[in-house]
């Protein structure tokens, strides 16, 4: 798992759309899943170090490192490609989960993959913008970043399939398209 997570993070172009972002609609609840799978492992670790990003299989097994050779080529991967602090640390956080699930008897507990949906949110769009006002800017939708618990819920914010994604992103375009 940890040299795929490497290889999905490396088919990102990290390019952040400027204005118009096209894929407002699926990359935004993709963020919202995002928040719900955190705030489900965070409600098991007794809240978060930190939010809204944070290393889960550090506070979950912290003795578990990433293999030195890919540690190196992600940091070189990182460093020739990733533009954002957060996008950084969430790249980092994926690789050691990703590691995390591929070390021999961890037991982890029966929740969802907690990168899955910010992964497939980069892919779709690269980097989201986010400043002090505590709200993700997705190419001018906004979304607010709520405390950790208000997103806990069984219930996904969204599908992770690509057609279902895509017409999201149609269905909000065809609505709000001349708006932009």
């Known amino acids: 798992m940890t040299t795929a997570m490497m290889d999905r993070l490396a088919t ?3 390019t952040y759309p400027a204005g118009h972002d096209v894929r407002a609609a699926s990359r935004s ?9 955190a705030s489900l492992w965070a409600e098991v670790l007794g ?10 299989a550090g506070a979950l097994a912290p003795a578990v490192r990433v293999d ?3 540690a190196e080529r992600l940091e070189e991967y990182i460093e020739d490609h990733v533009d954002g602090v957060s996008a950084e640390f969430v790249c980092r956080a994926a690789v050691r989960w990703a590691t995390l699930r591929d070390t021999p008897g961890v037991q982890l507990p029966d929740l969802p ?8 949110m980069y892919g779709r769009g690269g980097e989201v913008l986010h400043d002090d006002s505590w709200a993700f800017n ?4 906004f979304l607010r970043i709520l405390p950790w618990r208000e997103y806990l819920s069984a219930e996904p914010a969204t599908t ?21």
């Open 47 to 56: 809240g978060p170090p930190r939010w809204p990003y944070f290393d889960i």
């Open 12 to 14: 990102i172009d990290w």
């Open 160 to 180: 992770l399939d690509p057609a279902a994604l895509d017409a999201l992103d149609r269905e909000y375009e065809q609505a709000n398209g001349d708006r932009w």
């Open 113 to 120: 993959d907690p990168f899955e949906p910010i992964i497939l």
């Open 138 to 141: 997705f190419g001018g939708r």
């Open 68 to 70: 030195p050779e890919v």
């Open 29 to 37: 609840r993709l963020m919202v899943e995002y928040l719900r799978r």
